[in-house]
C-alpha cells in the first residue's frame, strides 16, 4: 500500500498549483481521502478530504472557496486543486487514506488517527 503525493512547487501569492496523491498496490475506490498540511512550526491540519464516491467533500474554512477536490478513481488518483494561493498557505501537504466512515463527523474526518495510511508529502511554498 503506498500513496504518493506530487505537484507541490514554489509559486507566487495569487497563483494555482494542482497536487495529486496516486495509490500503488490497492484500488482507492472505498475509501475516503484527506489532505493534511503541515507549516514550518506548526501542527499538522487537515485542509480537505473526500468520499469514496466522490460525492461529499470537506474544506477548513481559510481554503473554502480557493481549494477544490476532486477523485477519479479510474486512475486511482486524488487531486487537489489549489487556487489563489496565499503566503499562509506554505507548508507540506499530505494525502491520506481512511475508510469511509472516517467522514462521518466533522470531528472524525479531520482526525489524523482515522486515516491508516499517508503518503510522504509534498512542499508547497507560496511567495509574497
Known amino acids: 500500500v503506498q500513496l504518493q503525493a506530487s505537484g507541490g512547487g514554489l509559486v507566487q501569492a495569487g497563483g494555482s498549483l494542482r497536487l495529486s496523491c496516486a495509490a500503488s498496490?490497492?484500488?482507492?475506490?472505498?475509501?475516503?481521502i484527506g489532505w493534511f498540511r503541515q507549516a514550518p512550526g506548526k501542527e499538522r491540519e487537515g485542509v480537505s478530504c473526500i468520499s469514496s464516491s466522490g460525492r461529499e467533500s470537506y474544506y477548513k474554512d481559510s481554503v473554502k472557496g480557493r481549494f477544490t477536490i476532486s477523485r477519479d478513481n479510474a486512475k486511482n488518483t486524488v487531486y487537489l486543486q489549489m487556487n489563489s494561493l496565499k503566503p499562509e498557505d506554505t507548508a507540506v501537504y499530505y494525502c491520506?487514506?481512511?475508510?469511509?466512515?472516517?467522514?462521518?463527523?466533522?470531528?472524525?474526518?479531520?482526525?489524523?488517527?482515522?486515516?491508516?495510511?499517508w503518503g510522504q508529502g509534498t512542499q508547497v511554498t507560496v511567495s509574497s
Open positions: 498496490g490497492f484500488t482507492l475506490d472505498y475509501y475516503a
Open positions: 491520506a487514506l481512511g475508510p469511509a466512515s472516517t467522514l462521518r463527523s466533522i470531528r472524525a474526518r479531520w482526525t489524523e488517527a482515522n486515516y491508516r495510511y
